[in-house]
């Protein structure tokens, strides 16, 4: 059983467009999502991550979106650049996050052309 | 955020074999994660180690193919054992502070 579906697999868009990946969970008692972004040959790094108690977060051109009753999330980058062409991974975890396993999506591959 | 250190970053090894795998920590930690990436896909949680105690393993993994140690609160070790080609993949830790979660840059895995 999947629990955080993540769409899509591939995004390819234009330097300067707004690519927008969306997951969706179904353990309704998970409470900290984040988003991790990873380059060839690197570990994943967290990007940013958010709770269900706001509806929006920013932090630079990255924002995440959490819609809590349809248990959707998604990022959204801004003024992307070809330096975020990365493998971008959704995640859920319970309990604030700390100490409890993540659980991921499968991933989107993420490219930006010049 | 905490600094890990895992070695070896690559290897290669024959069938048969066995490898472990370091993860050094700058802080301590309570409970500390061990994740597989098979090419092109996402992480799967392999073990939870606590120190002090025996790791917890995840549906489809066994401690006698990938043995845990957990000495103290900043070192675990993760061994695969009797590796088979299937067994290449990148293999990470990773820990948690409060403030998120902090992955190795992995262990590259070859078996031939």
């Known amino acids: 059983q999947q629990q955080v579906k993540q769409s899509p697999q591939s995004l390819i868009v234009q330097k300067g467009g707004i690519p927008i990946i969306n997951c969706a969970y179904e353990n309704t008692a998970f409470d900290y999502f984040p988003w991790y972004q990873q380059f060839p040959g690197k570990g994943p790094a967290l990007l940013i991550a958010?709770?269900?108690?706001?509806s929006e977060k920013k932090e630079g051109r990255f924002t995440i979106s959490f819609n809590k009753s349809a248990k959707q999330f998604s990022l959204h980058i801004m003024d992307s650049q070809p330096g975020d062409s990365a493998t971008y991974f959704c995640?859920?975890?319970?309990?604030?996050?700390?100490?409890?396993?993540?659980?991921f999506g499968k991933g989107t591959l993420l490219t930006v052309n010049p | 955020s905490a600094v890990i250190s895992q070695k070896p970053s690559r290897d290669i090894c024959q069938r048969g074999t066995s490898l472990t795998i370091q993860c050094q920590v700058d802080?301590?930690?309570?409970?500390m994660f061990w994740y597989r990436q098979q090419p092109g896909q996402s992480l799967t949680l392999i073990a939870t180690?606590?120190?002090?105690?025996?790791?917890?393993?995840e549906s489809g993994f066994v401690i006698d193919k990938f043995p845990i140690s957990r000495p103290n609160l900043t070192f675990s070790t993760l061994t695969v054992s009797n590796m088979s080609p299937e067994d290449s993949s990148i293999y990470l830790c990773?820990?948690?502070?409060?403030?998120?979660?902090?992955f190795g840059s992995g262990t590259r895995l070859t078996v031939v």
């Open positions: 802080s301590q930690v309570t409970m």
């Open positions: 958010i709770r269900p108690d706001v």
């Open positions: 180690a606590n120190q002090g105690s025996e790791a917890t393993y």
């Open positions: 990773s820990v948690s502070l409060g403030y998120g979660y902090t």
């Open positions: 995640a859920a975890s319970l309990s604030g996050g700390s100490n409890y396993k993540l659980t």
